[in-house]
């Protein structure tokens, strides 16, 4: 994989999709393409995308392009696809004009069912699951602010894909070479649904009620609904033959109890102002994954169904 002709193309520059593509474009320059639309692709072409953080630091950089229609640049070696989940197919249906046989496709988003949507959708390429550990924000002036000393993303393969592990590496390591803690991963399915079991109750809970990480930690009753959150879907991942630690429940409780309580999820932030964000994605698709595997998630149950409740009247304000 000669690094110097690569083409790669980041599709969706919001807070993910634009931190990524901020490292890669500072470092890979002209290789690197952004697909934005709107007022957002006219300010990148413009002014490129500035970027402040504490992992990254702060820069301004242009890509090589920007556009809006995919198919301008040809087809692509690799494509990072940085969207909202309900955003996905639309996503799907854009690149494929740029997906060959051998482009590497690597979803950094949020759920378990990305990159298998992806597969189904594209019918060609190398889909590589992903997973992201990262506090980022898109700004009102389409800046992108990110917070904290860590940007980490796991790649790996899926189980019979193991003749693509080598690309996945040397994708790795060229995306390591940005400044990205960027690692492969031999047990990708284990660290997607890890995250997935933690955002299943941080997400769900804070939005649920309004709340940040410092009023679910001084009420047991709310601190009892996150650890059982976190059981209901650990249970559905073991179900579905992911490896799952024994004791992942009571990691993910001692990295709560770490959390400052200031800290807010993205579904409450959305909640707040009055978007169902990816209520689906960290609720809803458990619900339905759980009824598939005939899986009991009472607790998961009623959370959906009150946030259901809720973004209900989001829709009819």
Same mark, same amino acid.
């Given at each position: 994989?000669?690094?110097?002709?690569?083409?790669i193309t980041v599709?969706?520059?919001?807070?993910?999709?634009?931190?990524?593509?901020?490292?890669l474009a500072k470092t890979y320059g002209e290789q690197v393409s952004f697909i934005a639309r709107g007022a957002r692709k006219e300010h990148l072409q413009k002014e490129g995308l500035t970027i402040r953080g504490d992992f990254t630091g702060s820069f301004t950089v242009k890509p090589g392009k920007v556009t809006e229609e995919p198919y301008e640049l040809g087809e692509q070696d690799i494509i990072l696809v940085c969207v909202k989940n309900d955003a996905l197919p639309a996503a799907a249906q854009k690149i494929r004009p740029i997906v060959g046989e051998k482009t590497l496709v690597i979803p950094v988003m949020n759920g378990v069912t990305a990159y298998r949507r992806l597969r189904v959708e594209l019918q060609q390429g190398i889909v590589l699951p992903s997973v992201i550990y990262i506090v980022s924000v898109s700004c009102p002036d389409y800046s992108i602010e990110q917070k904290g000393k860590y940007m980490e993303v796991h790649t790996g393969v899926l189980p019979?894909?193991?003749?693509?592990?080598e690309q996945a590496r040397e994708v790795c390591r060229m995306f390591a070479g940005s400044g990205i803690d960027w690692q492969y991963s031999e047990?990708?399915?284990?660290?997607?649904?890890?995250?997935?079991?933690?955002?299943?109750?941080?997400?769900?809970?804070?939005?649920?009620w309004g709340c940040n990480i410092g009023e679910i930690k001084s009420d047991p009753a709310k601190m009892e609904d996150y650890r059982r959150l976190m059981e209901e879907a650990k249970d559905v991942g073991c179900a579905h033959g992911v490896p799952l630690p024994?004791?992942?429940? &009571?990691?993910?409780? #001692?990295?709560?109890?770490?959390?400052?309580?200031? *800290?807010?999820?993205?579904?409450?932030? &959305?909640?707040?102002? #009055?978007?169902?964000?990816?209520?689906?994605?960290? *609720?809803?698709?458990?619900?339905?994954?759980a009824a598939a595997e005939g899986v009991p998630v009472p607790l998961t149950e009623r959370y959906y169904a009150a946030m259901q409740e809720i973004a209900a009247g989001f829709r009819k304000s």
């Amino acid at each position: 994989m000669n690094l110097k002709d690569l083409k790669i193309t980041v599709f969706g520059i919001g807070g993910v999709g634009g931190a990524i593509g901020a490292m890669l474009a500072k470092t890979y320059g002209e290789q690197v393409s952004f697909i934005a639309r709107g007022a957002r692709k006219e300010h990148l072409q413009k002014e490129g995308l500035t970027i402040r953080g504490d992992f990254t630091g702060s820069f301004t950089v242009k890509p090589g392009k920007v556009t809006e229609e995919p198919y301008e640049l040809g087809e692509q070696d690799i494509i990072l696809v940085c969207v909202k989940n309900d955003a996905l197919p639309a996503a799907a249906q854009k690149i494929r004009p740029i997906v060959g046989e051998k482009t590497l496709v690597i979803p950094v988003m949020n759920g378990v069912t990305a990159y298998r949507r992806l597969r189904v959708e594209l019918q060609q390429g190398i889909v590589l699951p992903s997973v992201i550990y990262i506090v980022s924000v898109s700004c009102p002036d389409y800046s992108i602010e990110q917070k904290g000393k860590y940007m980490e993303v796991h790649t790996g393969v899926l189980p019979g894909d193991e003749a693509y592990a080598e690309q996945a590496r040397e994708v790795c390591r060229m995306f390591a070479g940005s400044g990205i803690d960027w690692q492969y991963s031999e047990e990708i399915l284990t660290d997607i649904w890890k995250k997935y079991v933690l955002n299943c109750a941080y997400n769900v809970v804070t939005a649920r009620w309004g709340c940040n990480i410092g009023e679910i930690k001084s009420d047991p009753a709310k601190m009892e609904d996150y650890r059982r959150l976190m059981e209901e879907a650990k249970d559905v991942g073991c179900a579905h033959g992911v490896p799952l630690p024994d004791d992942l429940i &009571d990691e993910l409780m #001692g990295r709560l109890i770490k959390t400052k309580g200031e *800290s807010t999820s993205s579904l409450s932030r &959305d909640f707040a102002e #009055g978007k169902a964000g990816e209520m689906e994605v960290f *609720s809803g698709d458990l619900v339905r994954m759980a009824a598939a595997e005939g899986v009991p998630v009472p607790l998961t149950e009623r959370y959906y169904a009150a946030m259901q409740e809720i973004a209900a009247g989001f829709r009819k304000s």
